[in-house]
């Protein structure tokens, strides 16, 4: 049988005879034991969910992240790249195979949950609830596989770490997929069982789920992208800007309406496209490894004229911060970051956050800097907690010291830390201008420092893979 | 480094470096097809990496690797299926039986499935672990473990085997099994590069040493190829009796040097030329003296890489 041999040998492994009679009879147990004590269909659904979340989220979250660093701990992981197996095969291979024993244990407590309703049911909703438990389990699973792939790029050599921390952004997307985090959408009113999209009015409880499976999709899809690059195959970021694209389509979706309500005279349709790109900037930022050997094959393919290399080794936050550039342009005369997010609207209160140019240009800016900043730390000799430093850094001047300086009546000192106009074109755009550049020159001399010694960028040929 | 001759692998510029050390330097050589190439260098060499950039591993800055017509950093996938590599920390599925690792090593290396048990029990025969097949990986000795291991390396039949240092940790005997099998893989057409500090067994079956020192060949050639025209032999002479004139009686010869005599047992070096041997010969002959053994010194591997390196080191 041409099975996927990947799948295969996770199967062999984690369904043995002994695991396959053991997980119905201590479900069984449990399921049976509730029943007893309580006599009530009720408690024993109850408890096939709490076992689904607990088997399937959970646990399926820790089994995903553990897929591939199980591999490298156990000295398998150069055997399988050595493999003639492509990223799609290896890829659902490993999130299916090593989830696999979970989905057997998690579909007994899925079947007694949806065996035992709470009142009677159509087959169509119990279907729907099925289709959201599955997806809940899956979008946890898949980001946690992805999110070790991605750490595993950036250290190989951990493991427990990185499994930790992929399980945590699974659980966090599972919370998220699953509307956990709807309070932080301004026009997401958990008192309507309907919401605007678009102009359409959609039910929270479909979009909920058709944005769970999309978001799951997409989930899959940067494991896949992650492990091609894990097997060396040439990626270009055409992926990534697809999903930038989607992300601004899909953010644009509930705030079009809300804008067009607000009536703020002007065009305002770039204001989510600009918010995410800027996300997807520091998401690409601090997710990929900043290996200054990299960069330099990067530079080197630049000089070179090797467009399809130079393509396949660009880093994330390049394109995003590109389309931070397109939209910030396109906002040239738009209206403000303000109106927007009320969050944005209520934070320094005397400080003008409406429609500013001024603003436009200090916010790639001080973007700018912040790269330069994170680039600089990873580009030094200790480049292993250049992240988390950098991280520290930034939160300290976004955060502490602006505040600082609003509390201190210094009205207009925020704008040396913050893209917001305080009154004037040129108090807004020289700070940042300063810092930007500054910047800049520190992480080129760090760069001559880091590259000194090595072949000059252009001396040797690089290698042409287009 | 000139022009690489085309073979079984070739390899062109290479350039590969890690942050602040660049561990490979325009590394270029070819090897033949059906030889087994002894990779030596000091710890840090840069051994592994050349391993690994030829295994497609890690993508290099500069530089191409062509094995079997195919440039494995553009077409890894189907590179793999005509390399094996077992790397120096490798690992196994402890709880897959011997029979079910092999047969999935040959399924992910794209054998067909009408093949692949047939692929293994083969594989596991010239390994010499074919009465163990239905044994889990994890009850092995660590010296079945590497035979496993090296199996499944091989179990698709690749033309080329690269091997990090596949020998540490083996008994002795261990070790002149996987010679033998080494052999035997060579001679059914297969071309094997291996790497390991261990000299002395590598002369038991290479047929070509490759040093590589700070990044960069330093030398490589077949060691039992013919002398180049101005290449110079170490020979050594033994006599059945002490006599002091030995030294004396050599150093009078034109065209010798590093004479080292004790008067029973000398040495020295000479152009690698058959008649000035001779010539020499028939002097201490003529001499009277009582000469039992006279011929070239026959350099291990070991002492060649000595020579190397040591050379390297003290012109350093």
């Known amino acids: ?466 | 480094m000139g022009s690489v001759t085309p073979g079984m692998i070739q390899v062109e510029g290479l350039v590969f470096d890690y942050p602040g050390l660049r561990a490979l330097d325009d590394v270029s050589f070819a090897v033949e097809p059906a030889t087994i190439t002894a990779l030596a260098g000091p710890n840090g060499a840069g051994k592994s990496t050349l391993l690994r950039c030829m295994a497609a591993l890690a993508t290099p800055f500069a530089g191409r690797v062509v094995v079997d017509g195919l440039d494995v950093h553009e077409e890894p996938r189907a590179s793999h299926r005509r390399m094996g590599f077992l790397a120096d920390f490798y690992g196994l599925y402890d709880d897959l039986s011997v029979r079910r690792c092999l047969e999935y090593k040959a399924a992910a290396q794209g054998v067909a499935a009408a093949l692949r048990r047939q692929l293994a029990e083969r594989a596991a025969k010239r390994m010499n672990i074919d009465e163990r097949m239905e044994q889990k990986a994890g009850t092995l000795s660590r010296g079945l473990r590497q035979r496993l291991a090296i199996a499944q390396a091989i179990v698709h039949e690749p033309r080329v085997l690269l091997l990090d240092e596949p020998a540490s940790g083996l008994d002795p005997e261990a070790r002149a099994a996987l010679a033998g099998v080494l052999r035997a893989l060579r001679q059914d057409g297969m071309t094997i590069i291996v790497s390991s500090h261990i000299l002395a067994e590598l002369q038991d079956y290479s047929t070509h040493m490759l040093i590589v020192d700070g990044g960069r060949i330093v030398e490589h050639r077949a060691l039992d190829a013919e002398m180049p025209a101005d290449a110079r032999q170490r020979v050594v002479v033994v006599l059945a009796a002490t006599d002091p004139r030995l030294g004396e009686i050599l150093s009078r010869q034109e065209g010798l040097t590093e004479i080292d005599s004790d008067g029973m047992r000398a040495g020295f070096v000479m152009a690698a030329d058959a008649d000035r041997r001779q010539a020499v010969l028939r002097a201490l002959m003529d001499a009277g003296l009582s000469v039992a053994e006279f011929g070239l010194e026959r350099q291990s591997l070991q002492d060649a890489y000595l020579a190397r390196i040591g050379r390297k080191g003290e012109g350093a």
Not at chain 1, 106 to 111: E, G, H, K, P, R
Not at chain 1, 317 to 329: D, E, N, Q, S
Not at chain 1, 371 to 388: C, T
Request: proline share 5%; charged share 15%.
């Open chain 1, 1 to 466: 049988m041409n099975l996927n041999p990947e799948l295969r040998r996770n199967l062999w492994l984690q369904l043995t005879p002994q695991r396959l009679v053991a997980a119905p009879l201590v479900l069984g147990t449990v399921f049976a034991a509730v029943w007893l004590v309580f006599h009530d269909s009720d408690k024993v659904r109850t408890a096939a969910t709490w076992a689904f979340y607990l088997i399937a989220v959970l646990w399926g979250t820790k089994r995903a992240a553990e897929s591939v660093a199980e591999e490298v701990s156990g000295g398998t992981w150069d055997g399988q790249r050595m493999s003639a197996l492509g990223a799609w095969t290896m890829s659902w291979g490993k999130l299916v195979g090593g989830t696999s024993f979970i989905w057997y244990a998690a579909v007994i407590c899925l079947l007694v949950r949806e065996a035992t309703p709470t009142l009677p049911t159509l087959l169509s909703v119990l279907m729907r609830d099925a289709v959201l438990l599955l997806g809940t389990a899956l979008i946890g699973q898949a980001v946690a596989f992805a999110a070790s792939l991605m750490f595993l790029r950036r250290a190989p050599a951990a493991r427990r770490l990185p499994v930790t921390l992929s399980q945590i952004l699974g659980l966090l997307a599972v919370i998220a997929g699953t509307g956990g985090f709807h309070w932080l959408n301004p026009v997401w009113r958990s008192d309507s069982s309907l919401v605007n999209w678009w102009g359409w009015s959609i039910g929270t409880d479909d979009l909920t789920l058709a944005s769970l499976w999309v978001f799951t999709a997409w989930a899959a899809v940067c494991g896949y992208r992650l492990m091609r690059a894990e097997l060396q195959f040439r990626s270009w970021p055409w992926v990534w800007l697809s999903f930038a694209v989607f992300l601004m389509v899909y953010v644009e979706g509930f705030l079009s309406d809300r804008l067009r309500q607000l009536d703020l005279g002007r065009p305002s349709w770039w204001l989510a496209p600009l918010a995410v790109a800027v996300v997807l900037t520091y998401a690409g930022l601090f997710a990929e490894g900043k290996d200054i050997v990299r960069y330099r094959w990067f530079a080197a393919a630049l000089r070179g004229g090797a467009l399809s290399r130079a393509l396949g080794l660009l880093p994330l936050w390049l394109p995003a911060f590109a389309l931070v550039l397109l939209a910030a342009g396109l906002g040239q005369g738009g209206t403000g970051l303000g109106a927007w997010h009320p969050l944005l609207g209520t934070f320094l209160p005397d400080v003008t956050l409406t429609p500013s140019t001024s603003v436009l240009i200090a916010l790639p800016l001080f973007m700018l800097r912040d790269i330069a900043l994170v680039l600089y730390l990873n580009f030094g000799g200790r480049s292993q907690r250049a992240d988390l430093g950098a991280f520290v850094y930034l939160w300290v001047l976004y955060f502490p010291l602006p505040g600082i300086a609003y509390s201190l009546g210094l009205v207009t000192l925020p704008s040396v830390f913050l893209p917001v106009d305080t009154g004037g074109a040129l108090s807004t755009i020289v700070p940042p201008l300063l810092e930007a550049a500054a910047m800049l020159v520190l992480l080129r001399r760090r760069w001559r420092v880091a590259t000194r010694g090595a072949l000059p960028v252009g001396q040797a040929v690089p290698r042409q893979m287009d």
